[in-house]
Protein backbone atom coordinates (compact mmCIF):
# COMPACT_ATOMS: atom_id res chain seq x y z
CA UNK A 1 0.00 0.00 0.00
CA UNK A 2 0.97 3.34 -0.83
CA UNK A 3 0.42 6.69 0.77
CA UNK A 4 -1.55 7.84 -2.33
CA UNK A 5 -3.72 4.62 -1.54
CA UNK A 6 -4.52 5.74 2.10
CA UNK A 7 -7.78 7.88 0.81
CA UNK A 8 -9.62 4.96 -0.17
CA UNK A 9 -8.77 2.71 2.85
CA UNK A 10 -9.87 3.04 6.46
CA UNK A 11 -6.23 3.14 8.13
CA UNK A 12 -7.69 1.54 11.21
CA UNK A 13 -8.80 -1.74 9.40
CA UNK A 14 -5.47 -1.50 7.46
CA UNK A 15 -3.05 -1.82 10.11
CA UNK A 16 -5.83 -3.93 12.09
CA UNK A 17 -4.65 -6.67 9.82
CA UNK A 18 -1.33 -6.34 10.75
CA UNK A 19 -2.58 -6.84 14.02
CA UNK A 20 -3.92 -9.86 13.83
CA UNK A 21 -0.87 -11.59 12.85
CA UNK A 22 1.34 -10.02 15.09
CA UNK A 23 0.96 -11.48 18.30
CA UNK A 24 3.00 -14.82 18.82
CA UNK A 25 4.35 -13.98 15.32
CA UNK A 26 7.85 -15.03 16.01
CA UNK A 27 10.23 -12.09 14.69
CA UNK A 28 12.53 -12.49 11.26
CA UNK A 29 15.67 -11.51 11.67
CA UNK A 30 17.16 -9.50 9.08
CA UNK A 31 19.75 -10.40 6.86
CA UNK A 32 22.36 -7.55 5.62
CA UNK A 33 24.48 -8.23 2.50
CA UNK A 34 26.81 -6.30 1.22
CA UNK A 35 26.58 -3.65 -1.82
CA UNK A 36 27.64 -0.55 -2.97
CA UNK A 37 30.96 0.22 -1.76
CA UNK A 38 31.37 -0.43 1.60
CA UNK A 39 27.64 -0.90 2.66
CA UNK A 40 24.87 -3.63 3.69
CA UNK A 41 21.31 -3.89 3.17
CA UNK A 42 18.78 -5.71 3.68
CA UNK A 43 18.30 -8.90 1.73
CA UNK A 44 14.90 -7.81 0.07
CA UNK A 45 16.25 -4.28 -0.89
CA UNK A 46 19.46 -5.65 -1.91
CA UNK A 47 18.74 -5.54 -5.82
CA UNK A 48 17.17 -2.07 -5.73
CA UNK A 49 18.53 1.18 -5.80
CA UNK A 50 19.61 2.14 -2.01
CA UNK A 51 17.10 5.15 -1.24
CA UNK A 52 19.99 6.63 0.12
CA UNK A 53 23.76 6.44 -0.73
CA UNK A 54 26.40 8.61 1.58
CA UNK A 55 29.26 8.66 0.00
CA UNK A 56 32.60 9.92 2.66
CA UNK A 57 30.12 13.00 3.30
CA UNK A 58 31.58 15.27 5.82
CA UNK A 59 31.68 18.89 7.20
CA UNK A 60 33.45 21.06 9.35
CA UNK A 61 32.61 23.90 11.44
CA UNK A 62 35.54 26.14 11.99
CA UNK A 63 38.26 23.62 12.95
CA UNK A 64 35.99 21.01 14.55
CA UNK A 65 35.19 17.98 11.98
CA UNK A 66 31.55 17.59 13.35
CA UNK A 67 31.54 14.77 10.32
CA UNK A 68 34.08 13.13 8.77
CA UNK A 69 33.90 9.99 6.22
CA UNK A 70 30.51 9.02 6.01
CA UNK A 71 29.25 6.42 4.25
CA UNK A 72 25.70 4.92 4.48
CA UNK A 73 23.24 3.44 2.16
CA UNK A 74 20.11 2.41 2.76
CA UNK A 75 17.72 0.13 1.67
CA UNK A 76 14.09 1.14 0.40
CA UNK A 77 12.17 -0.50 2.77
CA UNK A 78 14.70 -0.63 5.84
CA UNK A 79 14.76 0.85 9.02
CA UNK A 80 17.92 2.04 10.39
CA UNK A 81 19.76 3.81 13.23
CA UNK A 82 21.95 6.07 13.65
CA UNK A 83 23.39 6.04 17.34
CA UNK A 84 26.03 7.70 19.18
CA UNK A 85 27.00 10.06 22.14
CA UNK A 86 25.84 13.32 22.69
CA UNK A 87 27.94 15.74 20.44
CA UNK A 88 28.76 12.72 17.95
CA UNK A 89 27.29 14.81 15.05
CA UNK A 90 24.22 12.06 14.54
CA UNK A 91 21.74 15.80 14.40
CA UNK A 92 24.04 17.00 11.76
CA UNK A 93 23.82 14.16 9.38
CA UNK A 94 20.41 14.82 9.37
CA UNK A 95 21.08 18.34 8.45
CA UNK A 96 23.20 17.68 5.79
CA UNK A 97 20.32 15.15 4.09
CA UNK A 98 17.86 18.12 4.28
CA UNK A 99 20.45 20.25 3.00
CA UNK A 100 20.15 22.65 6.30
CA UNK A 101 23.99 22.59 5.71
CA UNK A 102 25.69 22.56 2.70
CA UNK A 103 28.64 19.58 3.26
CA UNK A 104 32.33 20.07 3.21
CA UNK A 105 32.65 17.35 0.88
CA UNK A 106 30.75 14.22 -0.02
CA UNK A 107 27.87 13.28 -2.12
CA UNK A 108 24.14 12.00 -1.03
CA UNK A 109 22.26 9.91 -3.69
CA UNK A 110 18.52 10.33 -2.93
CA UNK A 111 16.98 7.55 -5.28
CA UNK A 112 20.47 7.73 -7.31
CA UNK A 113 20.54 11.18 -8.02
CA UNK A 114 23.07 13.38 -6.56
CA UNK A 115 21.18 16.21 -4.32
CA UNK A 116 24.41 18.60 -4.54
CA UNK A 117 22.32 21.44 -5.52
CA UNK A 118 19.25 21.10 -4.04
CA UNK A 119 17.76 23.41 -1.46
CA UNK A 120 15.93 21.95 1.63
CA UNK A 121 12.80 22.36 0.40
CA UNK A 122 13.56 20.18 -3.12
CA UNK A 123 14.88 17.88 -1.15
CA UNK A 124 11.40 17.23 0.72
CA UNK A 125 9.66 17.49 -2.75
CA UNK A 126 11.77 14.67 -3.64
CA UNK A 127 11.23 12.44 -1.27
CA UNK A 128 12.79 12.92 2.56
CA UNK A 129 10.95 14.40 5.23
CA UNK A 130 12.01 14.54 8.97
CA UNK A 131 11.24 15.35 12.49
CA UNK A 132 13.52 17.37 15.25
CA UNK A 133 15.29 16.86 18.17
CA UNK A 134 13.44 20.17 19.39
CA UNK A 135 9.70 19.39 18.33
CA UNK A 136 8.74 21.98 15.79
CA UNK A 137 4.89 22.34 15.55
CA UNK A 138 3.11 25.41 15.04
CA UNK A 139 2.07 25.53 18.39
CA UNK A 140 -0.80 28.47 17.51
CA UNK A 141 -2.42 26.48 14.80
CA UNK A 142 -5.02 23.72 14.83
CA UNK A 143 -3.48 19.58 15.23
CA UNK A 144 -5.40 19.69 11.60
CA UNK A 145 -4.17 22.51 9.77
CA UNK A 146 -0.19 21.14 11.38
CA UNK A 147 -0.74 17.63 9.22
CA UNK A 148 -2.52 20.53 6.51
CA UNK A 149 1.02 22.20 5.87
CA UNK A 150 2.67 18.98 5.47
CA UNK A 151 -0.15 17.98 2.67
CA UNK A 152 0.54 20.87 0.94
CA UNK A 153 3.19 19.83 -1.89
CA UNK A 154 0.49 17.78 -3.14
CA UNK A 155 -2.36 20.22 -3.06
CA UNK A 156 -2.73 21.16 -7.15
CA UNK A 157 -4.31 24.42 -7.69
CA UNK A 158 -2.98 28.07 -9.04
CA UNK A 159 -2.88 31.37 -6.96
CA UNK A 160 -6.03 32.51 -9.07
CA UNK A 161 -7.96 29.41 -8.33
CA UNK A 162 -7.02 30.20 -4.49
CA UNK A 163 -7.81 33.84 -4.05
CA UNK A 164 -11.36 33.23 -6.02
CA UNK A 165 -11.76 30.52 -4.02
CA UNK A 166 -12.87 28.82 -7.71
CA UNK A 167 -14.20 24.87 -7.59
CA UNK A 168 -11.06 22.94 -8.00
CA UNK A 169 -10.02 25.12 -4.87
CA UNK A 170 -12.37 23.36 -2.45
CA UNK A 171 -12.14 20.31 -4.13
CA UNK A 172 -8.71 20.11 -3.38
CA UNK A 173 -8.73 21.87 0.22
CA UNK A 174 -11.78 19.14 0.54
CA UNK A 175 -9.86 16.00 -0.35
CA UNK A 176 -6.78 17.36 1.80
CA UNK A 177 -9.02 17.80 4.65
CA UNK A 178 -10.28 14.32 4.27
CA UNK A 179 -6.21 12.84 3.91
CA UNK A 180 -5.03 14.80 6.81
CA UNK A 181 -7.78 13.19 9.20
CA UNK A 182 -6.71 9.82 7.89
CA UNK A 183 -2.88 10.83 8.72
CA UNK A 184 -4.55 12.05 12.55
CA UNK A 185 -6.14 8.84 12.88
CA UNK A 186 -3.13 6.66 12.34
CA UNK A 187 -1.85 8.28 15.48
CA UNK A 188 -4.79 8.33 17.32
CA UNK A 189 -5.14 12.19 17.23
CA UNK A 190 -8.10 12.42 15.03
CA UNK A 191 -10.18 13.54 18.52
CA UNK A 192 -8.06 16.41 18.65
CA UNK A 193 -8.01 18.00 15.06
CA UNK A 194 -9.33 21.23 16.11
CA UNK A 195 -7.18 21.65 19.19
CA UNK A 196 -4.23 23.83 18.91
CA UNK A 197 -0.71 21.93 18.61
CA UNK A 198 0.78 23.58 21.88
CA UNK A 199 -1.83 22.29 23.89
CA UNK A 200 -1.03 18.47 23.13
CA UNK A 201 0.51 16.52 25.65
CA UNK A 202 4.17 16.22 24.96
CA UNK A 203 4.31 12.45 23.54
CA UNK A 204 1.26 13.06 21.52
CA UNK A 205 3.27 15.92 19.62
CA UNK A 206 5.63 13.75 18.46
CA UNK A 207 3.16 11.90 16.76
CA UNK A 208 1.81 15.02 15.58
CA UNK A 209 5.03 15.67 14.12
CA UNK A 210 5.84 12.45 12.69
CA UNK A 211 2.07 12.60 10.96
CA UNK A 212 3.04 15.97 9.58
CA UNK A 213 6.38 14.63 7.88
CA UNK A 214 4.78 11.30 6.54
CA UNK A 215 1.84 13.70 4.90
CA UNK A 216 4.30 15.27 2.42
CA UNK A 217 4.58 11.48 1.13
CA UNK A 218 8.18 10.74 1.76
CA UNK A 219 10.31 7.66 0.26
CA UNK A 220 12.60 8.40 3.59
CA UNK A 221 11.43 9.34 6.77
CA UNK A 222 14.45 10.74 8.84
CA UNK A 223 13.30 10.96 13.03
CA UNK A 224 15.47 12.63 15.14
CA UNK A 225 15.14 11.29 19.06
CA UNK A 226 11.19 10.32 18.22
CA UNK A 227 11.02 9.14 21.65
CA UNK A 228 12.68 11.79 23.45
CA UNK A 229 10.48 12.71 26.54
CA UNK A 230 8.10 9.61 25.85
CA UNK A 231 7.35 7.25 28.84
CA UNK A 232 7.65 3.38 28.46
CA UNK A 233 4.28 2.86 27.24
CA UNK A 234 4.19 5.77 24.90
CA UNK A 235 7.61 4.39 23.80
CA UNK A 236 6.27 1.17 23.30
CA UNK A 237 3.74 2.25 21.05
CA UNK A 238 5.83 4.20 19.16
CA UNK A 239 7.90 1.40 18.49
CA UNK A 240 4.88 -0.63 16.85
CA UNK A 241 4.12 2.84 15.15
CA UNK A 242 7.43 3.16 13.24
CA UNK A 243 7.66 -0.85 12.20
CA UNK A 244 3.48 0.46 10.70
CA UNK A 245 4.90 2.83 9.02
CA UNK A 246 7.29 1.00 7.32
CA UNK A 247 5.13 -1.72 6.46
CA UNK A 248 2.23 0.19 5.11
CA UNK A 249 3.93 3.11 3.30
CA UNK A 250 6.91 0.85 1.99
CA UNK A 251 9.46 3.35 3.06
CA UNK A 252 12.83 3.63 4.31
CA UNK A 253 13.21 5.31 7.71
CA UNK A 254 16.61 6.33 9.44
CA UNK A 255 16.11 7.43 13.58
CA UNK A 256 18.64 9.02 15.97
CA UNK A 257 17.79 7.60 19.03
CA UNK A 258 19.55 6.98 22.45
CA UNK A 259 16.79 4.62 23.96
CA UNK A 260 18.59 1.40 23.35
CA UNK A 261 15.29 -0.94 23.57
CA UNK A 262 13.87 0.36 21.11
CA UNK A 263 16.78 0.56 18.65
CA UNK A 264 17.78 -2.72 19.39
CA UNK A 265 14.04 -4.50 18.72
CA UNK A 266 13.44 -2.55 15.31
CA UNK A 267 16.54 -1.51 13.41
CA UNK A 268 17.70 -3.34 10.53
CA UNK A 269 20.80 -2.08 10.38
CA UNK A 270 22.68 0.22 12.60
CA UNK A 271 25.65 3.07 12.44
CA UNK A 272 27.15 4.22 15.45
CA UNK A 273 28.91 7.63 15.38
CA UNK A 274 31.57 8.54 17.54
CA UNK A 275 33.75 12.25 16.98
CA UNK A 276 31.97 12.31 13.77
CA UNK A 277 33.11 9.15 12.44
CA UNK A 278 31.74 5.89 11.95
CA UNK A 279 33.28 3.35 14.22
CA UNK A 280 30.95 0.47 13.76
CA UNK A 281 28.06 -0.83 11.31
CA UNK A 282 25.42 -3.53 11.41
CA UNK A 283 22.91 -5.75 12.62
CA UNK A 284 21.74 -4.90 16.18
CA UNK A 285 23.40 -8.52 16.63
CA UNK A 286 26.73 -6.79 15.66
CA UNK A 287 26.80 -3.74 17.14
CA UNK A 288 26.18 -5.30 20.50
CA UNK A 289 28.96 -7.70 19.87
CA UNK A 290 31.39 -4.59 18.94
CA UNK A 291 34.18 -4.30 21.09
CA UNK A 292 34.95 -0.90 19.45
CA UNK A 293 31.55 0.09 20.39
CA UNK A 294 31.33 -1.34 23.75
CA UNK A 295 34.75 0.68 24.51
CA UNK A 296 34.82 3.66 22.71
CA UNK A 297 31.00 4.68 23.00
CA UNK A 298 29.44 2.44 25.56
CA UNK A 299 31.70 2.08 28.25
CA UNK A 300 30.53 -1.12 30.63
CA UNK A 301 27.51 0.46 31.50
CA UNK A 302 26.61 0.44 27.88
CA UNK A 303 27.69 -2.81 27.13
CA UNK A 304 25.52 -3.88 30.00
CA UNK A 305 22.06 -1.98 28.70
CA UNK A 306 22.95 -3.55 25.43
N1 LIG B 1 25.99 25.15 13.23
C1 LIG B 1 27.00 24.69 13.97
N2 LIG B 1 28.10 25.46 14.22
C2 LIG B 1 29.14 24.99 14.95
N3 LIG B 1 29.18 23.76 15.49
C3 LIG B 1 28.12 22.94 15.28
C4 LIG B 1 26.98 23.37 14.53
N4 LIG B 1 26.08 22.35 14.49
C5 LIG B 1 26.64 21.34 15.20
N5 LIG B 1 27.84 21.71 15.68
C6 LIG B 1 28.75 20.88 16.48
O1 LIG B 1 28.88 19.63 15.82
C7 LIG B 1 28.96 18.57 16.77
C8 LIG B 1 27.89 17.56 16.49
O2 LIG B 1 26.61 18.11 16.90
P1 LIG B 1 25.25 17.31 16.69
O3 LIG B 1 24.16 18.22 17.10
O4 LIG B 1 25.20 16.78 15.32
O5 LIG B 1 25.41 16.12 17.73
P2 LIG B 1 24.39 14.94 18.09
O6 LIG B 1 25.10 13.65 17.81
O7 LIG B 1 23.08 15.16 17.41
O8 LIG B 1 24.27 15.10 19.68
P3 LIG B 1 22.97 14.93 20.65
O9 LIG B 1 22.86 13.45 20.93
O10 LIG B 1 23.38 15.69 21.86
O11 LIG B 1 21.79 15.51 19.96
C9 LIG B 1 28.88 19.22 18.15
O12 LIG B 1 30.19 19.41 18.63
C10 LIG B 1 28.21 20.54 17.87
O13 LIG B 1 28.56 21.50 18.82
MG1 LIG C 1 21.18 15.60 18.06
Not at 57 to 74: E, Q, W
Not at 132 to 155: A, C, K, P
Amino acid sequence: MTANSLRVLNPQSAWAAEDSAAPGAEKKKTKLVPVVRTSYLPERDADKTPILECIDLGISFGGLKAVDNFNLALGRTEIAGLIGPNGAGKTTIFNLLTKVYQPTHGTILLDGKDIAYSSTEQVNRAGIARTFQNIRLFHNQSVLDNVLIGLHNEMHYTMAEAVLRMPRYWKAEKVARERAMEYLSLFHLEEHADEPAGSLPYGAQRRLEIARALATNPSLLLLDEPAAGMNPSETAELMENIVRIRDTFQIAILLIEHDMNLVMNICEGIAVLNFGRIIAKGTPDDIRANPAVIEAYLGRKGAQKL
